[in-house]
Antibody, heavy 119, light 109 residues
């Protein structure tokens, strides 16, 4: 059974940088699967942020490109999200997600972590 | 800008059948968009239901089915139960990015 846990500060300052980590059990970042971040602003829908492959190829939401970086930590079996130049619009629950290779779906989600951007 | 559109809200009676749709402003949705469907209940993470337009995960109840219908991705619930009341989101692939639809709030009443 695959489990994902997000961790990071719940409160960050406007214009600052958000850094979140997703710890993985039951799979490896070295496997063939991809690893993704999705967020949800309070009361709103889901927004795909980006994803990373085991070879560290990345894809990002065009609306966030330039502010977002997703990376792997193979020694710790985790992956991370960094989002810069924060504004109130970045306040959201952030989810880490396992994406199965060959478009086999997004079956495993973390519990989500709320990040509030303070002004 | 790529926009994926879903019905904002739908209502269905218990035991009834309802179809939720997912459209793209770029044209007809095909298997190339690898449609995924998710269910989300308040306070919970999304739960994956369908991938590749029609494929169910091992935990997806039989009453849920995915299809491509007249240029749209569709999620049909047959024999709806009260516990199916939730938000449903579709997700489409555009070559180098995924885009979620705005979600459908399904009310069972």
């Amino acid at each position: 059974q695959v489990q994902l846990w997000e961790s990071g500060p719940g409160l960050v300052e406007s214009s600052g940088t958000l850094s979140l980590t997703c710890a993985i059990s039951g799979d490896s970042v070295r496997s063939r699967n991809w690893w993704s971040w999705v967020r949800q602003s309070p009361g709103k829908g889901l927004e795909w942020i980006g994803e990373i492959s085991p070879t560290e190829e990345t894809k990002y939401n065009p609306s966030l490109r330039g502010r977002v970086t997703i990376s792997l930590d193979k020694s710790r079996n985790q992956f991370s999200l960094e989002l810069t130049s924060l504004s109130a619009a970045d306040t959201a629950v952030y989810y880490c997600v396992r994406v199965l290779i060959d478009f086999q779906g997004f079956p495993d989600w973390g519990q989500g972590t709320l990040v509030t951007v303070s002004s | 800008q790529t926009v994926v559109t879903q019905e904002p809200s739908l209502t269905v009676s218990p035991g009834g059948t309802v179809t939720l749709t997912c459209t793209s402003n770029t044209g007809a949705v095909t298997n190339a968009y690898s449609p995924n469907w998710f269910q989300q209940k308040p306070g919970h993470s999304p739960r994956a239901l369908i991938f590749g337009a029609t494929n169910k995960h091992s935990w997806t109840p039989a009453r849920f089915s995915g299809s491509l219908l007249r240029g749209k991705a569709a999620l049909t619930l047959s024999g709806v139960l009260p516990e199916d009341e939730a938000h449903y989101y579709c997700l489409l692939y555009y070559g180098d990015a995924w885009v979620f639809g705005g979600g459908t709030k399904l009310t069972v009443l």
